[in-house]
């Protein structure tokens, strides 16, 4: 303290300067009209740069964000299309099923409203009856699948994701295609469970998990996760594979919405009318 004392003592002659030069050119800014003008405008102009360089910094890190996803959704597009799908929007659209060779066709919308911490998480969209969506089409992302429409108004939808323990998809490992369901145990919300798996497969870790068909929600061929581990059953004769899930439904907001065009047509085969 003492030294604290002496320095404001050695240094008075300064500390007055200062602040007598504060002073007067308060009193040069407030109480001149010209000066005034002159400082507000440059603190205007001032605070609009500051402003207009955190936007520019917001939307380069945004913009970067959006080029990774984007990049991403094309990768998988071009895989769907080597698998004969062709993407497109449905509603006022007409398809030709004979010429394009076509099953599915993708809706895409945005996400308003979605839980991800939860036991019973959800998701709202954007698109609704006035769209065309219907119960029980498949929703999926950019990276991977999102989950099945539950609940549509005019122009909303409620998504059940698969980060509900309520829903159960077919999933298959994509070097062996053995399948089983996958269940989401309503722990980590990046991570689910794929099981009866037979113990005589040579999954390992890092082994990708699709879509196989087997749920009329979604085409084959979309990515639900990756393995992280591998444990046997109760039973010791199938594994139950841990997986990361490959949508991030804590950052997720663009979805595409699918419809079987051969739904009900498939449907008449597994309820056929009795005679």
């Known amino acids: 303290m003492r030294y604290f004392l002496l320095l404001l003592r050695q240094s008075r002659i300064l500390i007055l300067f200062l602040a007598l030069e504060g002073i007067a050119l308060y009193w040069v800014v407030s109480v001149q009209s010209y000066p005034r003008a002159k400082f507000s405008s440059k603190s205007t102009e001032l605070s609009g740069q500051l402003s207009e360089w955190q936007s520019n910094l917001e939307s380069y890190l945004n913009l970067r964000l959006e080029n990774e996803h984007l990049a991403q959704e094309n990768a998988n597009l071009r895989e769907q299309l080597n698998q004969s799908l062709l993407i497109q929007n449905y509603g006022a659209?007409?398809?030709?099923?004979?010429?394009?060779?076509?099953r599915y066709s993708f809706l895409s919308a945005e996400v308003v409203r979605s839980s991800h911490l939860k036991r019973d998480n959800f998701i709202i969209i954007d698109k609704g009856s006035r769209s065309g969506l219907k119960r029980n089409m498949g929703v999926i992302?950019?990276?991977?699948?999102?989950?099945?429409v539950a609940g549509v108004s005019s122009n909303f939808a409620r998504v059940i994701p698969i980060i509900n323990n309520s829903l159960t998809i077919s999933g298959a490992l994509a070097e062996e295609a053995y399948f089983?369901?996958?269940?989401?145990?309503?722990?980590?919300y990046r991570h689910t469970e794929l099981t009866d798996i037979p113990r005589y497969s040579k999954v390992d870790s890092g082994a990708v998990v699709?879509?196989?068909?087997?749920?009329?929600?979604?085409?084959?061929?979309?990515?639900?996760?990756?393995?992280?581990?591998?444990?046997?059953?109760?039973d010791q004769n199938f594994f139950?594979?841990?997986?990361?899930?490959?949508?991030d439904f804590a950052n997720l907001r663009q979805v595409y919405v699918v419809k079987d065009i051969f739904?009900?047509?498939?449907?008449?085969?597994?309820?056929?009318?009795?005679?």
């Open 180 to 188: 089983g369901p996958v269940k989401w145990p309503g722990l980590n």
């Open 141 to 148: 992302g950019p990276q991977g699948v999102v989950g099945v």
């Open 263 to 275: 739904a009900a047509e498939l449907d008449s085969l597994q309820n056929p009318v009795q005679p």
């Open 93 to 102: 659209d007409t398809i030709n099923d004979s010429i394009l060779n076509q």
């Open 210 to 234: 699709l879509t196989d068909g087997r749920s009329r929600y979604f085409p084959a061929g979309v990515k639900i996760g990756s393995v992280l581990k591998r444990e046997l059953q109760a």
């Open 240 to 247: 139950k594979l841990k997986l990361e899930l490959a949508t």
